[in-house]
């Protein structure tokens, strides 16, 4: 088995190898093939002929998910992992519900921009610019207000309001990827660490 | 001296606008200079030192537009136009309002691809592959559905509920452009129209 | 079988996933490995060591192709798929024949400027700019003339002469595209098409 | 008045011009504004409401080039400079006339991979790939023939026919620059010229 | 004149600057004209007759900078601001001077991977992946080792040996942007900062 | 086998093909699989639960390679092959050792600039600008100075100093190229040679 599997990535090196290189898509679209999706971040196609609405379709944002997290937020992600039409098209959406006094703590899409939408409620929103100045660019938005968390910046929202609130979310690539400061802060050896 | 500094911008927009395009800032962000904002192409930045929340900020998407086209939707449009932070960060969205039988009728988005989420109501949504395979890809969707509609295809969206429907919508460009399939037929000469 | 193909897409992902991602190709060039070429959507290389002059040409652009379309043109295209050696490299090119008052219908290439060079004869050539305007930019040309015809809008030429007129055509893609309008506007449902 | 804008803009370009490149437009298109071209590199737009056909149209390539060069050849390019409709749109095309022969000298298009289709006669064409294989690509073409040499090698094509040879060029880019191998080595201090 | 050229840069950077990026420059080079650079963001080219020798050199990285961080490191860093000629060009290059138990702290560059070679010395260096799995991927590193630390991740070094260190790095990009953890958490509310 | 070989690629192209299209990668980083390695152009992720720190490590740049050139140089480059993790990652760096009068002599790196520290010695170095201007920039450097050889133009250094002189050098590619000027000129027909 071994054998063969390097027989195969042989063959695959010698008549498939160096593959990538484009800029924009070269064909209508490349729906993600979810048979052979074992790992995320794949990006082979499904067959064009075989493709069909269902590949661009995603149903359930009208409902909360039902992961709540221990800041008191329920975020329903809907990127190439869940429709998998989004693969190679660049956007993504989320939905988020917030309990009272829920947050969404800091943390950073390294390959997205994010544009929220308040469907419902009061939000503190903001972002911290990167450094020497390290300004807080913060406001508190209302149902119908729209912000924007330029991509590579850490930024948070916190349900400042009486009751629930609910976001959707754009985010401008089909794989924003998620750092989570403190996560990420906890991670990190203790002598680098700041006290 | 402030008349001439507007004078000079006005120049240089309406002379030397429409410069060019982001892969990746070269900052945190470039939000859209609004004064010299004469014409819709300007990528020009304001003083990152008087960026403040409102630029990042818009206001208003709960209620639907207060323009009704001739087949029956109300658009609001949030690009780069009504939200200059959004310069340079690759998304924007979209209200649309669909009356009884409304249609959002058949066009393109040359630069972006759209996400829609269904907030309330039931459309006929779809788009058409290129040639030569021309296949519908077209289904009905209700409250709470999303459908991706890829980039540079024809698509239409038609409310086939009992009541209005609203929908919300990504796009991966901060100017999406819009090429309307019947106005742009109209246009062309006679002689080379299909009939 | 169908578990070997699964077992060899897992291999495949476990293995070799997550291709993508570089502007600007890693080597001198990436040949379309012609053996493997069942769908025409395809990136892999042919070995190196094993490209020849060959791969890099493509003979007979002095003569017509011989299928005639309904509105009376001939066309030739040599992309990726003709002239493999094309590929990853954003360019192709293509012969049109236009019989007497030929036209070359009213379509998009989603990818590609179209750059035209009239060898003989005479064509009314032109596009339709995006919306609001929908202006028509359009002219006669003749022999020796050249023309463009930006990425994303609906164009179109007629021979207008009193004899053939033959064009070369430059494409800013590997794999332009194409959008039939009018094949396009057939395959929408009834109920969004304008009448 | 008209004079300061001119001046402006002369200005603007002396200094400041030679600003960026497009990946994706903005808008429809991007017409260099011929007024303020000063120098070659500048990529401002013209004011799209004033934007009409020959913005994108040239005349001539019937003819052949009046300079001739030492080495037998006239070529007319037909980029940036001589189209304005051009700029943003990555496409660029060239005629070249080759003298019994006639010999277009080893050179490098560093931005842009050359598709060349032979008009009429006989060409010797062929590039060297890069270290360490340096191997030589190259075969003789007729009428008819098409041959590519991918961006950034060393390439050649001389006229190895009876009679004239005539071919059409077209480049991936706006403007695709030109290191001329024997100049550039002139260039260089005898020390480190090779003998 | 002289007056008014340095005063129309000096607006049209105030207002204007920050413009955009390449992606495949349309010339050899842009060097960024200095005598405009009043913020750093700036993009505009020297006359490329008047570009020197000097505009592509810097001299002094044998010497530590003369700054030193309350974490015990000096950083000298050669960006596009210290060396105009690396304007457009992707790349930029630091020296740092590690202090005995000398850190730099965990901080990202959201536009750069940076690539470290030890000049002397020891180092602990490492790097946080993202979420879910933020795992640690660290090492010691010793004289003539390198290290990558890719794009966008939280990364750090600290010396841990018995005397100074010193690092060489390449950054992939002219301006790779700094985010210091420490400072930019410091920066948020306290309503949203983790305990 | 061959039978298999087809077969598999068959079965690629069907379930998998259509691969490329991101600017920006998708995952945090796409570690090279060195197990499949056998060509150098490959693009394959490692599993990244399996990666490790020293796939982002190289050692031994503290000592100078040991095969020396004919023109008196000895080269040691890290590029994707030596370091697995830098794939996707656009950078790369190299050590230089310059024997008395030693000669990296003209070449050009068709997909990197090349950003260079003087850590001991003189050097005369330089590169020549593109048609028609073919302009030589040059300075003598020493130790501690930098200097910058934009991506695509023919360069070089020279040992001018009285002892040997060793150089860092950071490309802005993980796989820079290289065309030796003097190895492309010998490979061209005699035809075509400049004398």
Redesign the interface.
């Given at each position: 088995m071994a054998k063969n599997?390097?027989l195969?990535?042989?063959?695959?090196?010698?008549?498939?190898?160096?593959?990538?290189?484009?800029?924009?898509?070269?064909?209508?679209?490349?729906v993600a093939?979810s048979?052979?999706?074992?790992?995320p971040?794949?990006?082979?196609?499904k067959?064009?002929?075989q493709?069909?609405?269902?590949d661009?379709?995603?149903?359930?944002?009208?409902?909360p998910s039902n992961k709540t997290t221990p800041t008191g937020i329920n975020v329903a992600l809907?990127d190439v992992d869940q429709?998998p039409?989004?693969n190679?098209?660049?956007?993504?959406?989320a939905r988020i519900d917030y309990a009272l006094d829920g947050?969404n703590?800091?943390h950073?899409h390294?390959?997205a921009?994010e544009?929220l939408?308040l469907?419902e409620g009061s939000l503190?929103v903001?972002f911290?610019?990167?450094?020497p100045?390290?300004?807080?660019?913060?406001?508190v938005?209302?149902?119908?207000?729209?912000?924007?968390?330029?991509?590579?910046?850490?930024h948070?929202q916190?349900n400042v309001g009486n009751r629930i609130a609910v976001a959707?979310l754009?985010?401008?690539?089909?794989?924003p990827?998620?750092?989570?400061?403190?996560?990420?802060?906890?991670?990190?050896?203790e002598?680098?660490?700041?006290k």
């Open positions: 599997i390097i195969m990535c042989l063959i695959f090196t010698l008549f498939c190898s160096g593959l990538a290189v484009e800029v924009g898509p070269l064909q209508d679209f490349c093939d048979t052979s999706m074992v790992m971040s794949g990006l082979m196609c067959n064009p002929m493709v069909e609405a269902n661009f379709y995603y149903g359930g944002l009208n409902i809907v429709l039409g989004l190679t098209l660049g956007i993504s959406m947050i703590p800091p950073i390294p390959r921009t544009m939408v469907i503190h903001g911290v610019t990167s450094n100045q390290n300004r807080l660019i913060s406001r938005i209302h149902t119908g207000d729209v912000f924007v968390f330029p991509a590579g910046l850490i948070f916190r959707l754009s985010l401008s690539s089909q794989n990827g998620l750092l989570n400061i403190r996560d990420a802060v906890e991670t990190l050896p002598s680098v660490k700041f």
